[in-house]
């Protein structure tokens, strides 16, 4: 899988909610789930 972007934010979920957290995107995912709604994890990012 490739890294298309790194960013830090507020994190909105779970027991961590409103903590400063670093995020982690990525692309080329060889698996379909259901539930992504990503655009971009399925192609080159």
Same mark, same amino acid.
């Not at 890294?3 to 909105?12: K, L, Y």
């Not at 961590?16 to 192609?43: I, K, M, N, Q």
């Given at each position: ?5 790194i960013?830090? +934010?507020?994190q909105?979920? +779970?027991?961590? &909610?409103?903590? $400063?957290? $670093?995020?982690?995107?990525? &692309? ?6 259901? @539930?992504?709604?990503t655009? @971009? $994890?399925?192609?080159g990012?």
């Amino acid at each position: 899988m490739k890294v298309t972007e790194i960013f830090r +934010s507020i994190q909105g979920e +779970s027991t961590f &909610a409103g903590l $400063a957290c $670093a995020f982690v995107r990525l &692309a080329g995912c060889p698996l379909r789930c259901s @539930y992504c709604d990503t655009a @971009y $994890a399925h192609g080159g990012g």
